[in-house]
């Protein structure tokens, strides 16, 4: 059997192919992003300049936003369930992701749909997306339509809505949503010390099944350190382990040619890392 030929890919466009969830939102004491000092010292320590969040909010998170984008940052904004299940669209959200894109031009990278809507669900034209899944094309097509009546946001590219704990075939009673985003997307995980190659074949397939046409961004991924931790079906791993295989699954991810993978999350949340595999993440 022949060996494949490597495919060489330039360091820089590597980097590129790089983020990380935070939530700069999160302010209560016992959150680690209380910390805007620490957020910004641990974004520069790891090189990585594109960050996944919710949208940010004037009179309150949007001057770090804006100070996080002066220093290179780039955002991927996520719509915000609460917010459109209030004004029935996405035009608050829209509103203050133009207020960023106009103070700080090129910082707004991605304009993301509803996370997790099977989770996070929201309810349109009578129906709510935890009941129905297939409505969720209609809500994801209304967001594609709203963000191009914004100047300042019409030419950045709009990601697929995500699905959390789903099979591929399951969210795909949306059918194909080519025509109402740009990338595909999917949130994938590991649990026992997995080697993470066939958990993002699968990932990468199940988000064409989606977008069959479009290039994929994995807006959520890693491998958590609360080793005894069994309610995702599996273990942790250590830190060493963590960071071991979490080099493999970006270069696995890169190579599979997904355009984006932003590891969850740049730290552990104020759950007990121990314990919890939501508090172990970081």
Known sequence: MATPTPVALRAASFLGTIGVNTHISWQDSGSAYAN???????LGYLGIEHVRDG????GWTLPFYQELAASGIKFGLITSSTEFNKNGDFSADLARMEALAKSNPGSVAAIEG????????VDYKGQNTGSNLAIGAEVQALLYKQADTYAALKDIPVLNLTVGGLTGQQASVMGSMDAVSDYGTWHVYFGNGAQPGANFASGVAAAKLLNPSDPVQITEANYYTAVDAMEWGGGGVTEAVQAKLDLNLLMDAAKAGVARTYLYELFDNGLNPTTTVEGSLG
């Open 36 to 42: 805007q000092a620490n957020i910004k010292s641990a």
């Open 55 to 58: 949208v940010p909010y004037e």
């Open 114 to 121: 509803l996370n997790e809507i099977n989770t996070w669900t």
